[in-house]
Every structure is written in C-alpha cells, then in structure tokens.
C-alpha cells in the first residue's frame, strides 16, 4: 500500500470504530459523553501512529499481497497488534477515567475484544473491497470487460 492509502485505510477504520464504540462506552460506564469521547479519540491517534507503524512492518515480513493472506495470518495480525495497544492504552484509560485496575482491565479487554474481531472484519472488507475496485476492475477495463 502507498502512503496515502495506508493514511486512508486507517482513517476509515479508526472513523467506524469511534461511532460505534463511543456510544456503547457511554451507555456501559455511566461516564460523560465529553469524557468518553477525549479518551476516544486519544486512544484513536494512539491506534493509528501505532498501526500505521504496525502494519508496515507487518507488511514488510508477510509480503504486501494482502488479499492472500488467509484466515489464521489474519488472526494473528489482529492478535498482536491488540496486545501492543493493551501495552500503552492501559495506564492512559485509567488516568483519565480515574477508575481501578481491574474494572480498567475488564474495560480494557472488552474494547480489545470488539477491536479484534472489528480489525479481522474491517481489514478482511478493505482488502476485497480494494482487490475487487483497485486491481481487478482497473485491469478489466483496460481489457474492455466488466
């Protein structure tokens, strides 16, 4: 992926995840919209410095031909990026929401449970989507076929 997809993809997934996930904060921790919404977006700059870097790299060791890459790579993918999110997410959530280690743990998990399986749906459509209209339907074009 170039460096303007990449900013794009990452746009895309960090814009749908923060409509979904700061509502059901809200509703789940009886926290204020204002508060949720600042520890959402933090966490979200967070997320993306990381995944930008994340994927690069990820990238660089399992080749850019994305859509192949099957079902267990993509778990994988989705597993170790969560746990290096646990790593750096977990101090600022209880700052700012000024709650105890364990009900941050169980928050914290929580969100990297939906964020797992988000990231494995979103990146596994992102990349059909970008296979189907970027690659293939380019190239049959050019070919004069639909």
Avoid: C
């Avoid at 997934?13 to 508060?35: D, H, K, N, W």
């Amino acid at each position: 992926m170039s460096f303007k997809e990449r900013i794009i993809h990452m746009l895309l997934f960090e814009v749908i995840a923060l409509a979904i996930i700061v509502p059901v904060a809200v509703l789940a921790t009886g926290s204020g919209t204002g508060q949720m919404t600042l520890l959402a977006v933090l966490l979200s700059l967070l997320a993306m410095f990381w995944n930008y870097a994340y994927n690069l790299m990820f990238d660089r060791i399992f080749g850019e031909e994305r859509i192949q890459r099957g079902f267990k790579l993509r778990i994988v993918h989705g597993v170790l990026f969560e746990l290096g999110m646990i790593l750096v997410s977990f101090p600022l959530i209880m700052w700012i929401l000024q709650m105890d280690f364990l009900t941050v743990l169980i928050m914290d998990l929580s969100a990297v449970a939906f964020y797992l399986i988000y990231a494995i749906v979103f990146n596994w459509g992102y990349d059909q989507l970008r296979h189907r209209y970027f690659v293939v339907q380019p190239v049959l074009e050019e070919k004069g076929g639909h």
